[in-house]
């Protein structure tokens, strides 16, 4: 979108990164982790350097999607002040807000508990330097996300749907949210996931469970990119859950969109 105007400078925050990209979704469920997880990974094995915050106070799935779900990150002393050492796995530097709550806890934050967490994971992080640094962001529009889109020099953001017509809703209000005045973030563009099922015995075939194409036409509609369509795959869920995203094997037909989606974004 070139239109927007650029980013207000924010000059001592992230020195070493070079690119804040948030990946969003409005709905939950829809895959947002899965796909700024994979995301990671296929650039970490680019050779880019790579950093995620996982600020989905709501269900912090990150953690175990990268199979350090028991990790407790060490704090530092640097320069006379303490930094919270990321945990690091597939190349992926990561601090979750899932390492510092109870499961049971997480949901009843209210806004600015969750708000200065997350900026404390920003700020006392020792990110080092980044190329990518990706925020998985909490579903939904709320006071969470104004403070991280203003607080943050984001560089873009991937908004992640599902091609349901419910699911389209929701992700309107968040390029929205984005895309408000004084905000302005640049829209990289959408991530169609579960477009489509294939069954094995029957390859040629797609079933478009979830509806065809939503996410297409949304991107049309507003004039930004679609970034890749994802379709539903049993492999991308059992990689989640055991901590192995499908992005790591780079000769899989999932591997590969996952690449292909990094080249986009890069
Ligand atoms: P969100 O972050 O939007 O809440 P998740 O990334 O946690 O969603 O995904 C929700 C569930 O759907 C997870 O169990 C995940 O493994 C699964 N999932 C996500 N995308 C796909 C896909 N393309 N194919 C199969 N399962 C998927």
């Not at 700024?36 to 989905?56: F, P």
């Not at 499961?103 to 992080?125: C, F, P, Y």
Request: charged share 20%; aromatic share 8%.
């Amino acid at each position: 979108h070139s239109k927007q105007p650029p980013r207000p400078s924010f000059p001592n925050l992230l020195p070493g990164v070079k690119n804040i990209i948030a990946v969003a979704s409005g709905k939950g469920g829809v895959g947002k982790s899965t796909v700024c997880t994979n995301l990671a990974v296929a650039l970490s094995l680019k050779g880019y350097k790579v950093g995620l915050l996982d600020a989905d106070i709501f269900g912090p799935s990150v953690p175990k999607m990268l199979a350090v779900e028991d990790a407790a990150p060490m704090l530092e002393k640097k320069e006379g002040r303490d930094f919270i050492v990321p945990v690091e796995n597939y190349g992926v530097k990561m601090l979750s807000i899932g390492f510092f709550v109870e499961k049971e806890n997480a949901v009843v934050w209210r806004g600015a508990m969750a708000s200065n967490a997350l900026k404390q994971l920003i700020t006392d992080g020792d990110w080092g330097d980044l190329d990518y640094f990706l925020i998985d962001f909490p579903p939904g529009t709320s006071d969470i996300h104004l403070t991280l889109v203003q607080t943050l020099p984001i560089t873009g953001a991937i908004i992640v749907s599902t091609p349901q017509e419910v699911a389209l809703a929701d992700a309107r209000k968040g390029i929205d949210m984005f895309t408000a005045d004084k905000v302005e973030v640049p829209i990289l563009g959408l991530v169609e996931n579960m477009a489509w099922f294939t069954p094995a015995e029957l390859p040629e075939n797609k079933y478009y469970i979830f509806g065809k194409d939503g996410c297409k036409r949304l991107a049309e509609e507003g004039g930004y990119s679609l970034l890749g369509q994802i379709p539903i795959v049993q492999s991308i869920r059992e990689g989640g859950d055991e901590g192995k995203p499908v992005a790591l094997n780079t000769n899989s037909i999932t591997g590969i969109a996952f690449a292909q989606l990094a080249d986009k974004v890069v």
